[in-house]
């Protein structure tokens, strides 16, 4: 049986933990943030500090990365020698730098909706409402993107969307960065693999995703809310 350390942002991957340790595994597990860290109590071995888990962990031990934010840390225990699932700086580009990511997009052709970035809110709404023909979809970026209050927002129209940003701007008085995508009816599709730096591990995965976290499409987007999962084996 092996050992494994999972480095959580909020917990998102403690369920693979708790399975993990109950298939006889040696599991530890850190919690990033203060909210979520009685996520799990008496269910796992759980650290409260980066000295206790430090301590704990050696050589024999993989660590896992549950969601993005860690790249950092994640790229320096692989520099000493640790063997490191997931979690990079990398990574984190891709996921939480929005238009880093859609300029690696372009770069290997990968279509997307009409973008545009802004870093205030005032020009945000003014984009909006010189565009109001179209349905604009708000995706915070950057520092605004940790916000718990802030998530991504299909609008129904530009008066909708420019009262959302006017409320927004009251719950956020740091820097701003965000996205507006146009909208596009449909369904969300998405596709993962895991690399492990030289060649592609089978099999890949395809998702249908469910963001409203209310039935018939109501209420704010989540992360996902239900999916429907199958594999794909490529070769």
Avoid at 185 to 205: D, H, L, Q, R, Y
Wanted: proline share 3%.
């Amino acid at each position: 049986m092996g050992k494994f350390l999972f480095l959580s942002n909020s917990g998102d991957g403690l369920g693979l933990a708790f399975k993990m340790k109950d298939a006889g595994h040696q599991v530890g597990v850190y919690i990033r943030s203060s909210k979520s860290r009685k996520n799990f109590d008496k269910m796992l071995l759980k650290f409260n500090t980066g000295e206790q888990w430090r301590t704990w962990l050696d050589k024999k031990t993989t660590v896992v990365f549950d969601s993005n934010g860690g790249g950092a840390l994640g790229d320096q225990l692989r520099m000493q020698g640790y063997s490191v699932f997931m979690g990079s700086k990398f990574a984190d580009i891709l996921e939480l730098d929005r238009d880093a990511a859609f300029e690696y997009m372009k770069q290997v052709g990968i279509k997307f909706p009409h973008t545009e970035g802004f870093y205030d809110w005032e020009s945000g709404k003014k984009f909006v409402k010189g565009n109001n023909t179209k349905r604009w979809v708000f995706k915070p970026s950057g520092p605004l993107a940790d916000n718990d209050a802030i998530g991504s927002y299909v609008s129904h129209d530009a008066d909708d969307l420019c009262e959302m940003m006017d409320y927004w701007s009251t719950m956020h008085s740091g820097p701003v960065e965000y996205v507006l995508q146009e909208f596009l009816e449909g369904v969300a599709i998405s596709t993962e693999g895991w690399f492990n730096g030289k060649e592609w591990m089978a099999p890949f995965n395809h998702t249908v995703e469910r963001k409203q976290i209310m039935n018939n499409n109501l209420g704010p987007s989540g992360g996902c809310s239900g999916n429907a999962v199958w594999a794909w084996h490529y070769g």
